[in-house]
């Protein structure tokens, strides 16, 4: 291995342990860092590449900032970086949550961190937006592009739905540039169809809680589940509450909550849960379970990607699914914005980010690192 290669294994290393530390507020936020970080610090790729990532890791099962984390550790580090990117911004949460577990065991109530998030919710929403402004210059390329992503947004806010409104978006897209006369309607068949392997994992009849069935749960889990954590909340409440009665409600909350609060990927919910049934091994086991297939997804799809783009089929496809994910990454941030900034301070915080990070390109690291005082300071 060459000294280049390495000191690039190394960069995509030490990015993703910071991220994974630091990348508070669900996949929309993590998004929002890794643009800044990889586009914007490093000019690891360009926006239209990063959106294309972007555009794939939301049509594909798992959590979809892993997934990003992933692709770009690929793009920039080639099969290493898979294992590196997505390992390195997991492990970070999938500690702290571990050491949440065991305190919620012996104690019977998590650490009290409402200070710390009431500062850095307001900060991650100006992330966030900074983010959108970026992308949604590079994705909105005409009025056609713009006007798919108006009626993503609407969909989005009316149904609620993500996979059917990224794939509708691309359809769209893709007959709109049919009916210009570029391709004829027979050349629809030939959209790439790889994006849905893996994407369905027949349940387990499993009747008792141990290390094996534990594992097979978690990895139906993490190769059917689409969207966020409140989808992944459905989920674990049909699978571990309704059907094998291995959580409570109370529970099931808990573990929901300390994926919330605590940084990295929302999916190291599965963590806590792990330990909760299982002890070490099943933390180290569900962990493994809900992002293996994540990992082999992205492995399989991330070399077509160049190829997709290129594609004149399958271009004006990825096109639809990228302004319909900056749609759906809208809608988020708006109900997000609303619980985060609700008093002067929350706004003062948000609005002042916001222009540092959009006039000035200040740091999200430091910038969340001020959040957290400020709240700890006004709320701890």
């Not at 555009?55 to 920039?76: D, F, R, V, W």
């Not at 305190?103 to 998030?117: K, M």
């Not at 806010?157 to 009916?179: D, E, N, P, Y």
């Not at 990825?318 to 985060?340: E, I, K, P, Q, Y």
């Amino acid at each position: 291995m060459t000294a280049p290669h390495l000191r690039v294994l190394r960069e995509v290393t030490l990015l993703f342990l910071r991220l994974g530390v630091t990348a508070f507020g669900g996949p929309a936020a993590h998004i929002a860092m890794m643009e800044e970080e990889v586009v914007r610090r490093r000019q690891w790729m360009s926006r239209e590449r990063f959106l294309d990532l972007l555009g794939a890791a939301n049509l594909i099962p798992g959590p979809s900032s892993t997934e990003m984390a992933i692709y770009i550790g690929y793009t920039k580090a080639g099969w290493a970086g898979i294992v590196l990117g997505g390992a390195c911004f997991i492990l970070p949460a999938a500690l702290i949550t571990l050491a949440l577990a065991w305190s919620y065991t012996r104690f019977g109530h998590l650490p009290q961190v409402n200070g710390i998030l009431y500062g850095v919710k307001p900060v991650v929403i100006a992330i966030v937006v900074q983010a959108l402004w970026s992308l949604g210059r590079a994705a909105v390329k005409t009025g056609m592009h713009a006007a798919v992503g108006l009626a993503a947004l609407l969909a989005a806010t009316l149904t609620g739905r993500t996979v059917s409104i990224l794939v509708l978006a691309g359809a769209v897209m893709l007959a709109l540039h049919v009916l210009k006369g570029k391709r004829s309607p027979k050349q629809l068949m030939a959209v790439p169809v790889y994006l849905a392997a893996g994407s369905v994992v027949p349940a387990a009849a499993l009747v008792t809680v141990s290390l094996l069935p534990l594992f097979l749960v978690f990895l139906k889990i993490g190769a059917v589940v689409f969207g966020s954590g409140y989808v992944l909340l459905a989920f674990l409440k049909a699978d571990l509450v309704n059907t094998r009665h291995w959580l409570t409600d109370a529970q099931l909350l808990d573990a929901v909550a300390v994926g919330q609060v605590t940084p990295g990927p929302v999916f190291t919910t599965a963590t806590f849960i792990g330990y909760l049934l299982a002890g070490l091994p099943g933390a180290a086991l569900a962990t493994l379970g809900i992002f293996l297939p994540g990992f082999i997804l992205v492995a399989a799809s991330g070399p077509l990607i160049p190829r997709l783009r290129q594609s004149k089929i399958a271009g004006p496809f990825l096109d639809g699914v990228n302004v319909a994910a900056l749609a759906l990454m809208a809608v988020v941030t708006w109900h997000l914005g609303r619980a985060s900034v609700f008093d002067l301070p929350t706004a003062i915080l948000a609005i002042g980010c916001a222009i540092l990070l959009l006039r000035f390109r200040a740091s999200s690291f430091w910038l969340i690192a001020i959040g957290a005082v400020a709240g700890w300071l006004l709320k701890g």
